[in-house]
């Protein structure tokens, strides 16, 4: 003889069978970030969980932690300001200010009780070796700088940051979109392209080697620092007005960091030899932010400049 089961009974077991399986997708998704060993320019370090309380002094730790969806507690300010890249602000809004990229001020790193220091690749040892005291301190075991190390950069602190996995697909999503660009300007002949920073003490033609530069070689650029930029070095030694035709391109990027940078551009615009340049006569000079295009690294300041490439060639905006 069989027993009936109330339809109650056969409801409250579907229910519960339901929340354990909501309880396990859950738990599987909340599972702890393990530990990991990265190796630094000083040594390894083992981090343990996900960090909480991030504190970044290197501008490209600042964007890889917003890309990563992390909001640090402090940062340095950008080369040319008093805060965080223009780029930025907006993401990391009242954001502390703990020093500039080449000055740190420790008693300021300590007041926000940091679980995680991220710094640059050119943090001195003798800094190191005080920071590291304060919390596990993260130095890109960088050899040599070149268009893409950016790109390990950004792996490396996203690792530390136990958020590799959405780096690593903001990384192929730039990929994708500098191809589509490039396909667009390739179309255009692979026309030549230089950048410049624009000093009070006048121009600078930053190298082939930097992270826009190579931004723009991605896009379908002929990138060239026409020999003025000596190995290593970022950027060239300031040029007179009348050496701008050695910076003479197909295009020409020019950037400013700041108010002072700004007032020396427009006055450079009035001279003949300003005037003489190929980019100027062809309406192919294109004002950039300095911070962004010559101080910034990572993931979101790439797409902002892939953006901005896109525009002024016609391909399009990004998504």
């Known amino acids: 003889m069989s027993t009936r089961i109330p339809f109650s009974t056969i409801r409250l077991s579907r229910l519960v069978s339901a929340g354990a399986v909501s309880l396990l997708l859950a738990m599987v998704s909340a599972s702890p970030v393990l530990a990991r060993t990265l190796d630094t320019a000083y040594g390894e370090v083992e981090i343990e969980g996900e960090p909480q309380r991030v504190v970044t002094l290197y ?35 009242g954001i502390a200010i703990v020093g500039t990229a080449r000055e740190t001020n420790l008693e300021a790193v300590v007041a926000q009780s940091p679980d995680l220091i991220l710094a640059s690749p050119q943090l001195p040892q003798e800094q190191y070796a005080i920071l590291s005291r304060i919390a596990p301190t993260l130095v890109p075991l960088t050899e040599e700088t070149t268009a893409e190390s950016w790109k390990d950069e950004a792996r490396f602190f996203a690792k530390g940051l136990g958020k590799a996995s959405q780096i690593e697909q903001r990384l192929e999503e730039l990929e994708r979109r500098a191809e589509a660009i490039a396909e667009h300007v390739s179309a255009q002949g692979s026309p030549g392209a230089s950048l410049v920073r624009w000093m009070p003490q006048g121009p600078l033609v930053m190298s082939e080697q930097l992270f826009s530069t190579g931004l723009l070689a991605a896009a379908g650029f002929e990138v060239t620092d026409a020999g003025l930029v000596k190995g290593g ?87």
């Open 59 to 93: 501008e490209g730790a600042l964007d890889v932690s917003v890309a990563a969806g992390i909001t640090p507690l402090a940062a340095v300010a950008t080369r040319g300001g008093e805060g965080v890249a223009s780029y930025l602000e907006s993401d990391v809004p």
């Open 233 to 319: 070095r970022p950027h060239s030694d300031p040029l007179s007005l009348e050496n701008l035709a050695r910076i003479d391109n197909d295009w020409l990027f020019l950037a400013t960091l700041n108010e002072e940078g700004e007032a020396a551009l427009e006055s450079a615009r009035t001279s003949p030899a300003f005037s003489r340049l190929s980019a100027v006569e062809n309406d192919r000079v294109v004002p950039v932010n300095g911070q962004l295009w010559t101080s910034a690294t990572g993931p979101l300041a790439a797409s902002a400049i892939l953006d901005r490439i896109a525009e002024v060639t016609g391909a399009g905006t990004g998504d």
